[in-house]
């Protein structure tokens, strides 16, 4: 395998989805981010900070919510949680 991108807006990159198989979405879990990656390779902070803490993973349903698994790791508040943002 090759490196498709890298940057430090990825350190700490865990759960991965695509979103209409163009543009790439990564739960940044050390950085308490989700970022999107677009198919040239450039990356943007699609929400960042509060509540996030600790995001492990995305996913998108039929009607274009993006969900994101919040791990709550590194405080007590918030707690694990799934969040769901607009499409």
């Known amino acids: 395998a090759s490196a498709f991108v890298e940057d430090e807006a990825l350190a700490g990159a865990d759960g991965i989805t695509f979103e209409d198989g163009s543009t790439l979405y990564v739960a940044v879990n ?3 981010a989700i970022r999107s990656v677009s198919g040239e390779g450039e990356i943007e902070t699609v929400a960042s900070g509060d509540p996030f803490d600790f995001p492990a ?31």
């Open 30 to 32: 050390s950085q308490n």
């Open 57 to 87: 993973d995305v996913a998108f349903n039929a009607d274009g919510h993006l969900f994101i698994a919040n791990f709550a790791i590194q405080s007590e508040s918030p707690s694990p949680a799934l969040l769901r943002t607009q499409p």
